[in-house]
């Protein structure tokens, strides 16, 4: 697998919506997903997918019911919708190629993407 590529981040005024995509290129992709790192904080997960989707997607209580996964598997790519985007939101959100899901948390195994800004004004 090549490094995730993530894409779609910008500023909205809270309340809105921003959709990210990450592309990986390169052979099947297993679970992937979404951290976030706001400023002074430290990384957090926000979302991860499995290969087949649909059910088999876990979200951090902080973004449950205003984030939603979802992926393309034909594009290697995985999606993530925010919705009713707050100020709490703001921050760089990194694209993992690899996810492991335990007790409902997701912890890093593959590569990063760069990341893409997501700024939440009040």
């Known amino acids: 697998q090549g490094q995730p590529v993530e894409s779609g981040g910008g500023s909205v005024q809270a309340g809105g919506s921003l959709r990210l995509s990450c592309a990986v290129s390169?052979?099947?992709?297993?679970?992937m997903g979404w951290f976030r790192q706001a400023p002074g904080k430290e990384q957090e997960f926000v979302a991860a997918s499995g290969w087949s989707g649909g059910t088999n997607t876990y979200y951090a209580n902080s973004v449950k019911g205003r984030f939603f996964i979802s992926r393309d598997n034909a594009k290697n790519t995985v999606y993530l919708q925010m919705n009713n985007l707050t100020f709490e939101d703001t921050a760089v959100y990194y694209c993992n190629s690899d996810i492991r899901v335990r007790e409902g948390l997701g912890l890093p195994f593959g590569s990063w993407g760069q990341g893409t800004q997501v700024t939440v004004s009040s």
């Open positions: 390169g052979g099947p992709i297993s679970a």
